[in-house]
C-alpha cells in the first residue's frame, strides 16, 4: 500500500502545461509538501512572445502566496488605471486599482510564462520541455501520463494546466465543451520601442471605436498594443492567409475614424513584434472539472475571453487554492472543495466579460447607446468598491481548508 492509499494525502503530482496554471500550481503544491514535475509540450524559446497581458491586483495577490508577485510586476509596465474611451475621443470612465492593493501590470504574455517557469525551476520544481501529452492511466495506485513522444510519467495526482484546448479536459469528461467563439478576432503586438505614442502615464488606454475595439499601454520605451474585431466569421484558412500587410491595411480603415493611437502605432509596427490574428474564446461552463485523480485549473477548467484582463489572475488563483485544499484534505474531498471554493467566481467574471465583448462588437446604432449609457455605468458600477469581488479577492493560506 502506497502512501496515498494509507492517508489519502497525495504527495506526489505531474502538472500538464507550463503556462501561467502549472508553473504556479506547481510553486502552490511543493508549498503545501506535494512534489510537482511540470511537462510542457513546447521547448524554451520557441512559443509566441504574446501581446500585453494585464496581470490584475487579484492575480498579484494569489502569485504573492508563491514568492512570483515580484519578478512579474518587476518586469511590468505599471497599470494601476484602465481609461475608457469612445471613438471621439470623450473618457467613458476609468478603472482604478485600488491603493491597498498591488497596482496591476502589463507584461508580454509569453514572457510572463517564462518567468513563471523560471521562477518554478530556481524553487527546485522540475520543468521538463518538448512533452506533449496525450493519454492518462488511473491504475487505481496511481496517475500514468502519456507522451507523445512514448515516454511516460507517474504520481499521486495529474493537474491539466494545458489550456483552453486542454487533452486532459476531453479525457476526464469525452462530453466536455469546446472552446466558444465570441465573434471577435484579436490581433496585437509588443515593442521594445514606443512606437510612435509617448508614455501613457501608468493608464491603459481602451477606445471603443466606430467599428472595432483598440487598446494601448506605453512607459514611452516599450509598447503593447491590440485590436479586436468583429468577424461574424471566418475561416481559419483566412485567418492565416491574411498577410501581415493585409491585416494592418484592414486596421488602419477600421480605426479611421477614431480619435485613438492606433493610426500611430500601426504607422510603426513591424512584423517582428507582430501577434496575427486569432479567435477570442471562453468556456463559460465547463461541467466536469476532476474525476479520480486529476483535476482541472486555468483555461482548461474556466477559460474567460482577454476582455476580462483576468485569465492569468484567475488561473494563478485556482492554482494557489487547488493546493492548498491538497494540503489540508485526502483527494477526492480536496477537489470538491477547490471545485466549490473558485466556480462561481470563476463563472462570473466569464459571464462579465462576454458582456464586454457584445459592447465591442456593438453595431452603429447600440454603439450610440453605449457611448451615451457608458459614463452613468462606469461612474457607478467601476468603483474600486463595485469592482473589489474582482480585483480585492484573495487566498487566505494559513487558514485552514474546512473538511
Ligand atoms: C489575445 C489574448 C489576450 C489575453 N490577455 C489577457 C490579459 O490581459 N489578462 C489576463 O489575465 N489574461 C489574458 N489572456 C488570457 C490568459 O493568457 C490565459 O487565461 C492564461 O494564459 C491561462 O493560463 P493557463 O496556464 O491556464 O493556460 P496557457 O497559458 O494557455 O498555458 C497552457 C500551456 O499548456 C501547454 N500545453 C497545451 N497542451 C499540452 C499538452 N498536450 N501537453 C503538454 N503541454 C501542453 C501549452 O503549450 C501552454 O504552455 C489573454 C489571452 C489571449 C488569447
Not at 496511481?142 to 479536459?169: K, M, P, W, Y
Not at 477547490?338 to 465583448?357: F, G, L, S
Not at 452613468?376 to 487558514?399: L, N, S, V
Request: hydrophobic fraction near 40%.
Amino acid at each position: 500500500m502506497n502512501d496515498m492509499e494509507r492517508t489519502g494525502r497525495a504527495r506526489t503530482a505531474i502538472v500538464i502545461g507550463g503556462g501561467v496554471a502549472g508553473p504556479a500550481a506547481a510553486l502552490a503544491l511543493l508549498k503545501a509538501g506535494i512534489e510537482a514535475t511540470v511537462f510542457e509540450a513546447y521547448r524554451p524559446g520557441t512559443g509566441s512572445r504574446g501581446g500585453p497581458l494585464t496581470l490584475a491586483s487579484n492575480g498579484l495577490s494569489a502569485l504573492r502566496v508563491v514568492g512570483a508577485d515580484r519578478a512579474l510586476a518587476g518586469e511590468g509596465i505599471p497599470t494601476p488605471r484602465m481609461t475608457i474611451h469612445s471613438g471621439s475621443g470623450k473618457v467613458l470612465g476609468t478603472i482604478e486599482s485600488a491603493p491597498d492593493l498591488p497596482a496591476t501590470t502589463t507584461l508580454p504574455r509569453g514572457r510572463m510564462a517564462e518567468l513563471l517557469q523560471a521562477h518554478a525551476a530556481a524553487a527546485g520544481v522540475p520543468v521538463v520541455y518538448g512533452k506533449r501529452f496525450v493519454d492518462a492511466v488511473d491504475t487505481g495506485r496511481s496517475v500514468i501520463a502519456q507522451f507523445d513522444d512514448h515516454t511516460t510519467a507517474e504520481a499521486d495526482l495529474l493537474i491539466g494546466c494545458d489550456g483552453i484546448r486542454s487533452t486532459v479536459r476531453g479525457l476526464i469528461d469525452p462530453a466536455s465543451p469546446k472552446p466558444h467563439y465570441t465573434g471577435l478576432i484579436g490581433l496585437g503586438g509588443w515593442s521594445e520601442t514606443p512606437l510612435g505614442v509617448s508614455d501613457t502615464g501608468g493608464a491603459f488606454h481602451m477606445v471603443f471605436g466606430r467599428k472595432a475595439f483598440f487598446g494601448h499601454v506605453s512607459d514611452g520605451e516599450r509598447t503593447g498594443w491590440f485590436a479586436n474585431l468583429p468577424f461574424k466569421t471566418f475561416t481559419r484558412e483566412q485567418l492565416q492567409g491574411t498577410s501581415f500587410e493585409e491585416w494592418i491595411a484592414l486596421m488602419r480603415t477600421l480605426f479611421a475614424d477614431d480619435r485613438s493611437a492606433a493610426a500611430r502605432i500601426l504607422d510603426h509596427v513591424t512584423p517582428d513584434a507582430f501577434i496575427p490574428a486569432s479567435p477570442l474564446e471562453d468556456l463559460p461552463h465547463v461541467p466536469v472539472w476532476s474525476k479520480g485523480r486529476i483535476a482541472l485549473i486555468g483555461d482548461a477548467a474556466h477559460a474567460t475571453s482577454p476582455s476580462s484582463g483576468q485569465g492569468a489572475s484567475l488561473a494563478a488563483e485556482s492554482a494557489v487554492e487547488l493546493a492548498r485544499c491538497l494540503r489540508d484534505l485526502p483527494v477526492p474531498q480536496a477537489f470538491q472543495a477547490y471545485e466549490r471554493a473558485r466556480r462561481e467566481r470563476v463563472e462570473r467574471v466569464i459571464a462579465t466579460a462576454a458582456r464586454t465583448n457584445q459592447s465591442k462588437a456593438a453595431g452603429p446604432v447600440a454603439a450610440r447607446f453605449r457611448d451615451a449609457l457608458m459614463p452613468f455605468f462606469m461612474a457607478r458600477f467601476t468603483t474600486p468598491e463595485k469592482t473589489a469581488w474582482q480585483y480585492g479577492h484573495t487566498i487566505d493560506w494559513d487558514e485552514p481548508v474546512p473538511v
